[in-house]
Each structure stands twice: as structure tokens, then as C-alpha cells.
């Protein structure tokens, strides 16, 4: 049975606009952060299929497909646009 | 050494970081804000940063610029907030012994953090609504 995790969510950019917040605290099901985005692009409208994106968990990237645990922050990460 | 900077850059700072005895070259890459992109008018635009990651990732970025090229030592900043046209965005310099593997680790610094730094860029433009570069629906397929 999955358990219920105790996440920390923070926005950038596009994600930030759609959300209207820098950060929320989140209970959720999701086991990983492509579960966790799937579920908030619907909540949210997010426009950005998850193939575009990228995730960072504790200030780390890593695969859409790690394990989330209860008190990670992670940052969704749009298509970047630097220099 | 790599910042993210909320305040207009100051490359005569800047350069005087990359001072030493043993470089016989000093290359820089000076990325400015311009008036148009793809047939749009550009008016201004605003930089985002995952500051916390980004400076960790420009962090291994120089260490294999160093590593790759032998160079002596980098130095990059990258703009945050509001800019305008003309304003300088992002700013590489690179210190080594001779130009060669100055021009080729500048090079390469620049093209990876444009593509691996957690930066965001909104334009704002003179006829249509501003958008966040590279994050239309269609864009990245």
C-alpha cells in the first residue's frame, strides 16, 4: 500500500505563474516525481509535458523515476533559457 | 567561481578576480540583452534562477572546464530580475597559460551553462504577450 509523503514543492518560472505560489507544503501519494508532476499538471493546468521537464530533489537532479520520501523538496524544472 | 547577481554586472570586478602570474591569456564571453528574437521585437526581459542549484551545477561545469582544457581559473556570473536591452546577462571569463584552451574552455562554459543551468528567461515584446522562452507546448518535442 502506498504511504502518504509530506513534500516541499517550490515554483519557478512558467510553473510558478500557473500555481501563483513560490512553494507549498503538499501531502501526496505520488512514489515519484513524475507521478507527483502528472498530478499537479492536472491539478494546476500545467502546459508542459512531463517529457520536457527536468526535477531536482534536495538541490540535487535526478530521474522522474527516483523514489520520493517524506520531507524532500523538489523543484520541477522547465526548459531552460540561460545566457 | 560561479554567482548569480541581482545588480548590473561589473566586468572591471570581475577581471581584476582573474589576475595571476602564471596565465598568458584571458578570454571573455559577454552574453548582452538584444532587441529581437526569432522576427519578435524584444522591449526587456526577466532572468529567473534556481539560484541553490545553479551554483552548484556552473560549479562542476568549471571543475570540467578545468579538467577538459587545463585552464587556471573561471569566473561567471549570471543576471537575475528585470533587463534591459544592452544589459549584460551572463559573463565568462577564463584564465590559462596560453589562448588556445582559453577560447576552447570559454567556449565550452558558456554552452554548457546555457543549456544545464536551472535559468529561466520571459521576453517581453513590443507587439504580441510575453512569453517564457522555450516553454510554449510545442517547443522541446
Given at each position: ?10 515554483y519557478y518560472a512558467l510553473l510558478r505563474e500557473k500555481t501563483g ?63 | ?125 513590443k507587439h504580441k504577450e510575453s512569453k517564457w522562452v522555450n516553454c ?6
Open positions: 500500500m502506498k504511504e502518504s509523503k509530506r513534500l516541499n514543492i517550490h505560489k513560490t512553494e507549498e507544503n503538499i501531502e501526496s501519494f505520488a512514489a515519484t516525481p513524475l507521478e507527483l508532476y502528472k498530478d499537479l499538471a492536472k491539478q494546476y493546468g500545467f502546459p508542459l509535458d512531463f517529457r520536457s521537464i527536468r526535477v531536482s530533489v534536495n538541490e540535487e537532479f535526478q530521474s522522474m523515476d527516483t523514489a520520493l520520501c517524506s520531507g524532500d523538496r523538489v523543484i520541477f524544472i522547465p526548459p531552460v533559457a540561460g545566457g | 567561481m560561479f554567482r548569480v547577481s541581482s545588480v548590473p554586472i561589473d566586468t572591471d570586478l570581475l577581471s581584476k578576480e582573474l589576475i595571476n602570474s602564471s596565465s598568458g591569456a584571458f578570454v571573455c564571453f559577454e552574453g548582452r540583452v538584444r532587441n529581437h528574437n526569432e522576427g519578435d521585437e524584444v522591449v526587456s526581459l526577466e532572468y529567473e534562477v534556481y539560484e541553490g542549484l545553479a551554483v552548484k551545477e556552473a560549479a562542476r561545469i568549471v571543475e570540467e572546464a578545468k579538467e577538459k582544457f587545463g585552464i587556471l581559473e573561471v569566473v561567471g556570473v549570471h543576471r537575475q530580475g528585470h533587463l534591459e536591452i544592452g544589459d549584460i546577462a551572463v559573463w565568462i571569463g577564463v584564465i590559462a597559460a596560453h589562448r588556445g584552451p582559453a577560447f576552447s574552455a570559454c567556449r565550452y562554459v558558456i554552452d554548457e551553462i546555457k543549456h544545464r543551468l536551472p535559468v529561466w528567461k520571459k521576453e517581453h515584446y510554449s507546448e510545442h517547443d522541446g518535442h
